[in-house]
């Protein structure tokens, strides 16, 4: 099993500059987020996705979008790059155990940088 | 709105010594509060977690405890080792929804 997989490991944008960030987990969980890790804010959340076809806001959700056409992929969209976008995201998955708890299981991180 | 405040951001400890990191949340509703451990380039991963029924949970020389009266909880790893040097984060969370409130981390270091 490969876990979580994100592409691109490393990305850098210029302001405007649109692109995806790609996550695709194998192991048919229902649940897929994303997010953003800055220093000293810890990890906060984009957007998230409960199955195909279902996506809701996060925490931090202004100047991305999502998508969930299938179980597998949950793409994360910067339409029009932004410096204060520079960060390191991470994908996650789970699927929620008898007692409703979400143990996440996360990607290896993407490092933007927009100049 | 809610929060997880994390305490210390940094902790130096000699090896062989414990380290304590300590979490307090506001969200009454919280009843699932994992630890993960984020190594250098790493996404974070899950160490261990306890839910709001039990008030200590061990697994070899990593514990965590729940005070939930008082919305704290902390991780304590005794006899570290330097392997144990990495960012730990904890987070409140609620069954049954998507809510997963993160602290700010700590940085641990054991030095040899």
């Known amino acids: 099993n490969a876990g979580v997989t994100q592409t691109p490991k490393f990305q850098v944008l210029k302001t405007g500059q649109s692109m995806t960030l790609q996550c695709a987990q194998d192991m048919n969980h229902e649940y897929m987020s994303w997010y953003r890790q800055d220093p000293g804010m810890g990890l906060r959340l984009i957007h998230y996705?409960?199955?195909?076809?279902?996506?809701d806001q996060g925490e931090v959700p202004n100047g991305y979008n999502v998508s969930r056409s299938t179980t597998e992929d949950f793409p994360l969209r910067l339409l029009s790059a932004a410096p204060s976008q520079t960060s390191v995201y991470f994908c996650?998955?789970?699927?929620?155990?008898?007692?409703?708890?979400?143990?996440?299981?996360f990607g290896a991180g993407s490092r933007l940088t927009v100049l | 709105g809610e929060n997880v405040e994390q305490h210390p951001s940094t902790l130096s400890v000699q090896e062989g010594d414990s380290a304590v990191i300590k979490c307090t949340y506001s969200d009454s509703a919280s009843n699932y509060f994992p630890w993960y451990k984020q190594e250098l380039g790493k996404g974070p991963q899950l160490i261990i977690d306890i839910r709001s029924n039990v008030g200590e949970k061990k697994d070899q020389r990593i514990a965590v405890t729940l005070n939930k009266t008082a919305k704290h909880f902390s991780l304590h790893i005794t006899e570290t080792q330097p392997e144990d040097s990495a960012v730990y984060f904890c987070a409140a969370s609620t069954s049954g929804t998507y809510k997963y409130i993160f602290g700010t981390g700590t940085r641990l270091k054991v030095l040899a």
């Open positions: 996650a998955s789970s699927q929620p155990d008898s007692s409703g708890a979400n143990v996440l299981t």
């Open positions: 996705s409960v199955g195909a076809g279902i996506t």
